[in-house]
């Protein structure tokens, strides 16, 4: 038995089992992490009922209304400090989590409940839930609709319909405000900032004649009174906008007036099917995707900052990949192997060692105060003392990333320089080939599927950083896109938002933790799917290349 035993043992099986083991857990630990991101993430977009809750006499409010988020069960010792009479004999009260939304009129968004004072529960069918663009989501009821300060006279039945329509009407004049605000004022503005930079450089190179003064002071002239033509036409609009009021009341008989302008959407989700729920669900999933955030970032959506992570990254691989590329051929094919060489590999390992907030005070120092500094004073001295590059921005917030991410592009692509056997490169040379041609036309293209891993792990690495873009670019809300419709189109100097940065912002830095909360999942799980399609992409442009070069590394 005793050598059967080490007979099995000396065969390697129980290790293989050991390590399909670890692989097993290690497989359950991130698709039970990825679930729980997802279902406290995900499950935030779907309407839930809203809850009347009537309470016991003695309580501050005859009734709550609101939306039960989370439960949990309290000491009924810590109760009783708070003076809370609790049943001699109970140990813990299961205590509700509501969001009750309404916070202009109550002075917060959720308050806990604990069953003890609640005497009757009710799900009344005509609670309508209005997301609003500030103060919160509203709950209560809707009583009536003001037009031009005068109520019109429609019977309670109606006024949800009458409602619906006019919510329909306030979407297409806030995207019409939108269109002119953002796109046609914007590029006004953004003309004449040229025109003042042209003119200011003029005068500093004692270069403005009285005929280019002329033609610029004419052009302001036309852009002033194509801004004071869309100024008048948005003015038009927001009063066309601010026309309409709905009249409503909360669950404690409130009456509050609430202008239709700053309403979002409006449902009603104990009368909602669940088609109309998942209509709805998807109807928030879009505008999470495709929106810009509001309410100290806890309400809205997050487009600006998939498109600045997007974007960055993109920008930082066409940075990493040749720089590290030319270093790791450079170390392989050239430099003579001695101690400098050797000194110069352990150093570039040791750089993946090095915090990445240390990076983010390199890039502040050396990108953007000493070589922005210095490109602002050589060629836009005229936008001084405003920083154009000489401040933090998309590029070096790239350029910050790919000198934190080109050590793991140099290791990859030296290991895969390394596994092409010598064979190939003598018959290179043997057959004519010089040196330069055997590494252009044969080991390059064999080396490519490695160098294509090192720049799947650089993308993985920078897509997650946070610390060092604190430092050298991303803010908590950007005025606007770093790709837009003025030229020159993409704007590198310009800060932008990332999503590990608002994972950050909303996590510790929200006012409203509860709101937060579940954004922060939300967020946290976009971020990951952007990795993996990222990787996934050139994941597959790497087997590609592996199938296409198969006679090299495997």
Do not use: C
Request: net charge neutral.
């Amino acid at each position: 038995m005793n050598s059967r035993f080490q007979h099995w043992l000396g065969s390697g099986d129980p290790w293989i089992w050991i390590n399909a083991g670890a692989v097993s857990f290690s497989l359950i630990m991130v698709f039970g992490l990825l679930g729980l991101i997802g279902a406290h993430g995900l499950g935030h977009f779907w309407p839930s009922e809203v809850v009347q809750f009537k309470l016991v006499e003695g309580q501050d409010e005859a009734f709550i209304l609101g939306e039960v988020v989370d439960q949990e069960l309290a000491s009924a010792a810590r109760l009783r400090s708070l003076g809370t009479k609790v049943p001699q004999g109970q140990e813990f009260v299961q205590r509700l989590l509501l969001k009750i939304g309404n916070r202009d009129v109550f002075g917060l968004d959720f308050k806990w409940i604990n069953e003890l004072v609640i005497e009757q529960t009710a799900r009344p069918e005509s609670v309508i839930v209005l997301e609003r663009e500030e103060w919160g989501n509203f709950y209560g009821f809707a009583t009536g609709i003001i037009e031009a300060e005068k109520q019109l006279s429609i019977a309670p039945e109606q006024v949800w319909t009458e409602l619906s329509v006019r919510l329909e009407r306030r979407h297409e004049l806030q995207s019409q405000i939108k269109k002119i605000e953002k796109s046609e004022i914007g590029g006004i503005n953004f003309q004449l900032e040229r025109l003042r930079l042209r003119k200011r450089s003029l005068e500093l190179k004692n270069a403005l004649t009285a005929n280019a003064g002329a033609e610029i002071e004419a052009r302001e002239q036309q852009l002033q009174a194509e801004y004071e033509t869309l100024n008048a036409e948005l003015s038009r609009l927001y009063q066309e906008q601010a026309r309409d009021v709905l009249l409503a009341k909360t669950v404690g008989g409130d009456e509050v007036r609430l202008p239709l302008a700053q309403l979002v959407r409006a449902y009603r989700p104990n009368q909602m099917s669940v088609g109309e729920k998942i209509a709805y669900y998807l109807a928030k999933l879009i505008e999470f995707v495709s929106t810009e955030p509001r309410e100290a970032n806890t309400e809205g959506g997050v487009f600006p900052a998939i498109f600045g992570t997007v974007m960055m990254v993109l920008i930082m691989s066409l940075f990493v990949a040749p720089f590290g590329v030319v270093a790791a051929i450079y170390l392989r094919e050239y430099a003579r192997q001695g101690p400098v060489t050797r000194t110069i590999r352990i150093a570039v390992n040791n750089l993946a060692g090095v915090p990445s907030v240390v990076y983010g005070v390199f890039g502040l120092g050396f990108f953007v105060y000493f070589l922005g500094g210095s490109i602002d004073r050589l060629f836009y001295a005229a936008a001084l003392p405003a920083p154009t590059f000489g401040t933090p921005g998309m590029l070096w917030s790239s350029l910050t990333l790919a000198i934190l991410t080109v050590p793991v592009v140099i290791v990859a692509t030296e290991e895969g320089l390394a596994r092409i056997p010598r064979a190939i490169r003598d018959g290179s040379l043997a057959l004519g080939a010089t040196k330069a041609e055997t590494l252009w036309r044969i080991v390059l293209p064999m080396a490519t599927p490695a160098m294509m891993t090192g720049l799947i792990l650089a993308v993985a690495r920078a897509a997650g950083e946070v610390a060092p873009l604190m430092m050298v670019g991303v803010v908590k809300l950007a005025p606007s896109l770093p790709l837009d419709g003025n030229a020159p189109f993409l704007h590198l100097d310009r800060k932008f938002m990332h999503l590990g940065f608002h994972i950050y912002d909303v996590g510790f830095q929200s006012p409203n933790v509860e709101a937060a909360r579940p954004l922060v999942y939300a967020t946290a799980l976009l971020l990951i799917v952007i990795i993996v399609a990222l990787n996934l992409a050139a994941i597959m442009i790497r087997n590609r290349l592996r199938e296409k070069y198969s006679g090299g590394e495997g």
